[in-house]
């Protein structure tokens, strides 16, 4: 448990740098936040031809669409785990309209006030931001009809109490599509002792049978994997964390990773 908290801890403090900054470090975004150098454009979709797109509100955070594949309906209510300055949450509001309702959670208040910033520059009044952690969500039982999240359940501790919160805050029959990391093959050790990497959504990234395991366990169904890419690590940024032997045994156990976009039915 100390070591979850931790883990977390490094997370909201890095998350919050970059609010603060406007500054997209996440590897998973424009630049990595595990390297200034290394270059993770090619992970971040684009959303300019999105409804709903705010470019201040996109920090580079993402590893997919997940707006594209959720399913969303006009009038539904869209719970964006992980939500950061806005993006999914104003792209969901496009389609939701005047009549749905969006609810965007983050742990970082600087998060929080980025977003309600961005808000207020569009004079919503049907999308939410709540300050709260994905482990323990501060909603109601059966409160969405769809739940997104992008690029930020890899970064989660506890995996299984995620899903069993998203299936909790889902209405019956409802559906979650997310966006995230998973692995081809076991991390080694050296490789998961990297705050700094786990922070950028690196190590913090599990099997990928493992990962839909955890949903199917949950007691999701009609799971689905709708989009996957590979993505690959350079290694300038290995070289920041790992000696040439670790770098070695990285490659030699085959460990790959993919971007995953998933869904699933309570």
Known sequence: MENQNELKKIVKEKYAKIAVKNDPESCCGKSSCCSDDADYSNL?????????YVPDADLGLGCGIPTKHAGIKEGDVVVDLGSGAGNDAFVARAIVGAKGKVIGIDMTEEMIRKAETNKSKLGYDNVFFKLGDIENVPLEDNTADVVISNCVLNLVPDKRKAFAEIYRILKPG???CVSDIVSTGEMTEEFKKSAE?????VSGAIPEKEYLKIIEDTGFKKIEIKTSKKI????????????????????KNS????????????
């Open 255 to 266: 460990v790959g990773l993919r971007s995953i976009t998933v869904t699933a039915y309570k």
């Open 44 to 52: 971040q979709d684009d959303y300019t031809g999105e409804a709903g």
């Open 174 to 176: 409802a559906h979650f």
């Open 232 to 251: 690959e690590l350079p290694d300038e940024l290995l070289k920041k964390y790992l000696d040439e032997k670790e770098i070695a045994n990285f490659k």
């Open 197 to 201: 990497l786990y922070a950028g959504c």
